[in-house]
């Protein structure tokens, strides 16, 4: 596609339920990272992909968390048993490589999760 | 470790002054340094990004930074303030060997008075 899709764009759900985040990267981009973004922070790294692989999943919080992505495409974020403090932002980008310093990120919109 | 640190959580300024958001960083390795916009309720935009090539990288909007590495800083600036240019600002920086990780700053929010 043109951009970054991400759904739902808005989520709210209560503790303790299950949510998937879901993630449509760029045609073409091999990589895919996934971040989040608390209220009036910065972005917390999470996870990243290259291909289908994840080479680097270390900002991942708990064992709560997980995420898994379709060959070169499609990626979902599974959040288990939410916590009042998994309410963020949840921000995926994509690049062509994932190569640093060639490493120019098309951000998504975003899934805001609020967790009552 | 590696880190970045952006001085200045909130800086206001009037259109048609200079804006400067200040990024420093750190790390025993060469970095990749980029600054990312963010403006209510949209996308993170990529405003430009040093790579070991020029020192003074020229970005979208009027933009640039100049990376000092002496100082290790990667300082953004804009010769005049528009009143679109409010909007959260981010220092990214990402060191070979660290995969696609790239490390955000905590974000300085611009604001511009007419």
């Known amino acids: 596609g043109a951009g970054v899709s991400q759904s739902p764009s808005n989520k709210v759900t209560e503790k303790g339920k299950d949510v998937e985040l879901r993630c449509d990267p760029i045609?073409?981009?091999?990589?895919l990272y996934w971040y989040r973004q608390r209220l009036g922070q910065g972005l917390e790294f999470l996870i990243y992909?290259?291909?289908?692989?994840?080479?680097?999943k270390s900002g991942l919080p708990s064992d709560r968390f997980s995420a898994e992505r379709t060959g070169e495409s499609v990626s979902t974020l599974t959040i288990q048993r939410t916590q009042q403090e998994d309410s963020a932002v949840y921000l995926c980008?994509?690049?062509?490589?994932?190569?640093?310093?060639?490493?120019?990120?098309?951000f998504g919109a975003g899934s805001r999760l609020t967790v009552l | 470790a590696q880190s970045v640190t952006q001085l200045d959580s909130h800086v206001s300024v009037s259109e048609g002054t200079p804006v400067l958001l200040r990024c420093n960083y750190s790390s025993s390795y060469s970095p990749s340094l980029f600054w990312y916009v963010q403006h209510p309720n949209k996308g993170l935009q990529l405003l430009l990004k040093y790579t070991s090539a020029a020192t003074l990288v020229k970005g979208i909007n009027g933009f640039e930074a100049e990376f000092k590495k002496s100082e290790t800083s990667f300082h953004l600036t804009k010769p005049s303030a528009h009143m679109s240019d409010a909007a959260e600002y981010f220092c990214?920086?990402?060191?070979w060997g660290q995969g696609g990780k790239l490390i955000f700053g905590q974000g300085t929010e611009l604001s511009v008075k007419p």
């Open positions: 045609s073409g981009h091999t990589a």
């Open positions: 992909f290259q291909g289908n692989s994840a080479p680097d």
């Open positions: 980008a994509s690049s062509l490589v994932g190569t640093p310093g060639a490493n120019v990120l098309t």
């Open positions: 990214v920086v990402t060191f």
